[in-house]
């Protein structure tokens, strides 16, 4: 896939192009449904299949003190943007110079003159240029005007074959579903959107050693780590090293209310790792990946450490026979 993080970067003479554009936040079965279009679509005129995205997100630059949590880290939404199988992916610097073109001026700048479009995919509800006011009737107005196709795609809902059970109801996948239900904890229902699992991506560095003290050694993430961090619990999940291993892991989330002082914080206790001694199982420094399953529990505070350890060694059993299954 080619990267572009600037139009100066495109080729020149580049196209011709099938283009569409969002933010992509999670790269939800929406999102994928849309580039999986896109992809097909070049196919059929011959053409590249590019999506233009944005970094950072829009609502960060106009209204910083309001701006939804992303979902994923910068790293991982180019991955997963990639993997949809698009010939080219253009990551555009928001910023408020960006934000004052018209739809005309973005569209001939970008789409015309950049990228050689000849078609667009694009949904019901695309919004662009400055405040927004381009839309679905503009875009297609301006498709007449520089002899590219618009091609509308309905939204991903309950009628597609992998749908998930989560949209027998009447609501659509969407970025916000994704915060609200990791927000709420609630990761399973998050993955079923997303058509994988949620994930939080970080330098393990040191903690405070309580978990190595109880027999648990945890992998602690940095406070930097990137991607939604849900509530508050203990879950099931996995952590991935970077050699691309993937442990089975159960993850805490949160301060240990147990423990005066304690900060809040992303740590993974490997379940079943290797026999030899903790210093050849060494992440610190390692970039990993710490990918959620299921909720089993809120934080809790216990009376004394016995009490603690006694709930850990249940985490650890129910991780263990929920992971089997994975």
């Avoid at 554009?21 to 849309?34: A, I």
């Avoid at 080219?88 to 050689?116: H, I, N, Q, S």
């Avoid at 990918?291 to 450490?305: D, I, K, N, P, W």
Wanted: aromatic share 6%; glycine share 10%.
């Amino acid at each position: 896939m080619h990267y572009w993080k600037d139009l100066a970067e495109v080729p020149s003479g580049f196209g011709p192009s099938v283009v569409t554009l969002g933010n992509f936040d999670g790269v939800h079965r929406g999102h994928q449904q849309v580039l999986t279009t896109l992809v097909e679509t070049a196919a059929r005129h011959s053409a590249s299949a590019v999506a233009i995205s944005f970094d950072p997100h829009p609502a960060q630059v106009h209204r910083p003190e309001s701006a939804p949590p992303q979902i994923m880290g910068l790293a991982d939404r180019v991955a997963a943007l990639e993997e949809t199988g698009i010939d080219g992916l253009l990551m555009m610097t928001y910023t408020l110079e960006l934000a004052a073109d018209t739809p005309e001026e973005f569209v001939r700048k970008v789409f015309v003159e950049t990228l050689g479009v000849c078609a667009v995919v694009i949904g019901h509800d695309v919004r662009f240029g400055k405040d927004n006011s381009g839309d679905l009737v503009t875009m297609q107005e301006l498709g007449e005007q520089f002899g590219f196709a618009v091609d509308v795609i309905e939204e991903y809902g309950s009628d597609q074959p992998d749908a998930p059970d989560v949209l027998n109801g009447d609501r659509r996948c969407s970025s916000s579903w994704v915060r609200e239900a990791l927000i709420a904890g609630d990761v399973a229902t998050a993955a079923q959107i997303l058509g994988r699992l949620h994930r939080v991506r970080g330098e393990v560095v040191h903690g405070d050693a309580r978990g190595r003290e109880l027999g648990f050694p945890t992998a602690n993430l940095s406070k930097d780590a990137s991607g939604l961090v849900p509530a508050d619990g203990v879950y099931a999940g996995w952590l991935i090293d970077q050699t691309g291993t993937r442990w089975p892991a159960a993850i805490s989330v949160g301060s240990n209310p147990t423990f005066v002082g304690a900060s809040r914080r992303v740590e993974a206790h490997v379940i079943d790792r290797p026999a030899e001694p903790t210093a050849d199982f060494d992440l610190y420094g390692q970039q990993v990946v710490v990918e959620f399953v299921q909720h089993l529990r809120g934080m809790v505070a216990y009376t004394g450490a016995e009490a603690l350890v006694t709930q850990m060694q249940l985490d650890v059993a129910q991780c263990r026979a929920l992971l089997s299954t994975e």
